[in-house]
């Protein structure tokens, strides 16, 4: 249970440390905004693609309690 905890806490950090940064770049980029600045197609997909990946996190940080705790 040890190995699945730090496994699932790993995944975490890097869910957490990796995908921030990345909406910064798709902030960003050109193709994020329309000419008149309003969030196109492709802000608003990476943004639910981030989102997921941090309840993902959340979902690890959890399970990998449960998994040292003996609740799994």
């Known amino acids: ?19 921030p940064r990345f909406y910064k770049r798709v ?3 050109p193709r ?3 000419a008149e600045g309003r969030a196109t197609t492709f ?3 990476h943004a639910v693609l981030i989102a997921l990946a941090l309840v993902i996190a959340l979902v690890s940080v959890i ?4 998994a040292l705790t003996g609740a799994l």
């Open 43 to 45: 802000l608003k997909v």
């Open 1 to 19: 249970m040890i190995a699945l905890a730090v496994l699932l806490f790993v995944n975490a950090a890097f869910n957490v440390i990796v995908w």
């Open 32 to 34: 994020a905004r329309d």
């Open 27 to 29: 902030a960003n980029d």
């Open 63 to 66: 399970a990998g309690i449960a």
